[in-house]
């Protein structure tokens, strides 16, 4: 090694020196990513966007124009009470059907079979127990089927009956509608290889599938801000201040509140109405 130069240092040649910016020359071409973040008025356009094609597709639904539609979302944003409303103006020639809570494939074959018809939608409401069953998956797939004739089968040696005491027949034309409302992100669950992921597919091809978009605590706030806006207080009495001292204190407390949610609005909006000191008692029943 030349005198001068330390055993840990590399002499420069014009070789490496050409090299070296050669490698500049690349590291200053790559193209940089900007991330973007969402203003709160884009949030809340987004939201409304959600809501009205949601709104319109179960309306749509409903009135049979549309075989089968699923909504997604979190709880206590709004989705059952968007379509409660809907099949609450239905005309008397309509046949509305709130099912919840846990529902078995027998159970769920003979409900398909009592409203199988043209006039009659089926809303399947915080009753997830049907997407995690392979029996109950492939019978809503005949159901929610795109084809002109949906027909379902049932050839297990289980004998079902009706109300009557009638048995129910092996297998039925349904040519009916169904509205799912759930808490489960499909999307998400298809994405990690959930072991009913091959079902959630064929049901997202076979159905509308819709996104609310409330991920984030600021969705969930903003949603919340929405709903206020709209009227929900209003409506119970409450002045445009206490609705807003109201939601003030949801969004400085969103990080220590048990849940984000319209219950959670109309839990704390109980309390400001049992007069003294509302948030004192927020804090001792409503926070972590």
Not at 136 to 151: E, G, P, V
Not at 231 to 254: D, H, S, Y
Request: charged content about 25%.
């Amino acid at each position: 090694m030349p005198r001068g130069i330390a055993k840990s240092g590399m002499r420069m040649t014009s070789k490496r020196l050409a090299t070296a910016m050669q490698h500049q020359t690349v590291v200053a071409e790559q193209p940089l990513v900007v991330i973007q973040s969402e203003t709160d008025a884009q949030i809340e356009s987004r939201l409304d966007d959600n809501y009205e094609a949601m709104y319109t597709m179960a309306l749509a639904t409903a009135l049979g124009k549309n075989k089968s539609l699923i909504i997604s979302g979190p709880a206590g944003v709004g989705k059952s009470h968007t379509v409660n409303q809907i099949l609450e103006t239905l005309e008397d020639d309509k046949v509305g059907l709130f099912i919840k809570g846990y529902v078995r494939p027998t159970g769920l074959y003979k409900t398909l079979y009592e409203n199988r018809f043209k006039n009659c939608v089926i809303v399947f409401d915080d009753a997830d127990s049907i997407f995690m069953d392979d029996v109950s998956l492939n019978l809503l797939k005949a159901a929610c089927d795109m084809t002109k004739t949906r027909r379902l089968n049932w050839l297990s040696e289980t004998k079902m009956e009706d109300e009557d005491g009638e048995r129910l027949p092996r297998n039925f034309e349904f040519e009916g509608s169904i509205i799912f409302i759930t808490n489960y992100d499909f999307d998400n669950l298809i994405d990690k290889g959930n072991r009913l992921a091959p079902h959630f597919q064929a049901l997202i091809s076979r159905s509308h599938y819709l996104d609310v978009g409330i991920k984030t605590k600021r969705d969930y706030v903003i949603r919340l801000k929405q709903v206020v806006k709209q009227g929900m207080l209003a409506e119970q009495g409450f002045t445009k201040g206490e609705e807003q001292e109201l939601m003030n204190f949801i969004t400085e407390n969103q990080d220590r509140l048990r849940e984000l949610s319209l219950r959670m609005v109309m839990k704390i909006a109980g309390l400001m109405r049992m007069g003294g000191d509302y948030q004192k008692m927020a804090r001792a029943t409503c926070m972590k």
